[in-house]
């Protein structure tokens, strides 16, 4: 056996194991869900504004292909061990979410008049649920998927600007509501602090730091919206340091010095006094 096909069969173990996985969690949960009765759902006052995009459909559904294409993207086993504990470990932590807080989306799907888009929406009547909401795992492994595809050195950008329209499309085809966005994002950033990668690798040092900063972004943009549903305009305040924390992990992502400049100040002046 050669070493190419070693790697592919590698690969294509961790894909059956994180498939495997998946569908056990996934299904249990929506058993678990279809049992109970009543269940709530949450969502913000804003999102009725938010318009129904059947065209959307075509990137929801892409999150299938590249639930299969990242596998095989790793350029190494230690890429490809992370990537597959990575994807285990928010599948069990969201199937926990989903059994002990089982929510249900609750805004009314338009009909789609087009024959073709109609036809993937009608597969996801007939195998998905409205269940399994918070956190979003379309939105957590759109995160964990670009861990992957952000070292390629073709199709990048196509697939960034793909992952982002999965993003947006979880909205725009009545599948999740935005407080599923938010939390499918913070377990995709918990994920990557827990179970980092090449943690020991200097170069890699600032990544790790960034994946803190971009955490605490996605907590305050949801501390802020939930405020604000409940107690007004005021909670939009959070957007301000969630910024900030955004702008710092992008920073330490790029490997730009983030530094102020009192900081720098102190350093001279300690330096100084040494010499002296």
Known sequence: MTERQLKIRQQAFALSVCT??????????????????????????????????????????????????????????????????RMLFVTVVAGLFFITFPLQFSLTKPEVSNTILNLPFSFLQTFDSPFNQSPSLHITFAFIFWSVFKDLTKWRTFLLIWLILLGFSTLTTYQHHVIDILTGAILAHISFIIIPYRKKDPKH?????????????????????????????????????????????????????????????????IRQSGEN
């Open 205 to 269: 040092r600032n990544c790790h730091l960034a994946n803190y900063y971009f955490l605490s972004g996605w907590i305050f943009i949801a501390a802020g919206l939930l405020f604000h549903q409940y107690f007004g305009t005021e909670g939009l305040l959070f957007l301000f340091p969630a910024l900030f924390t955004m702008i710092i992990g992008y920073l330490y992502q790029k490997n730009v010095s983030v530094v102020f400049p009192f900081v720098l100040t102190v350093k001279q002046n």
């Open 20 to 85: 495997i996985v998946f569908m056990i969690v996934y299904n249990l949960c929506t058993w678990h869900a279809t049992s109970l009765e009543n269940l709530p759902s949450f969502t913000f006052d804003f999102e009725r504004s938010i318009p129904f995009i059947p065209l959307s459909i075509i990137p929801y559904m892409a999150s299938g292909v590249f639930f299969c294409l990242v596998f095989f993207s790793c350029k190494g086993g230690h890429q490809l061990k992370i990537l597959t504990w």
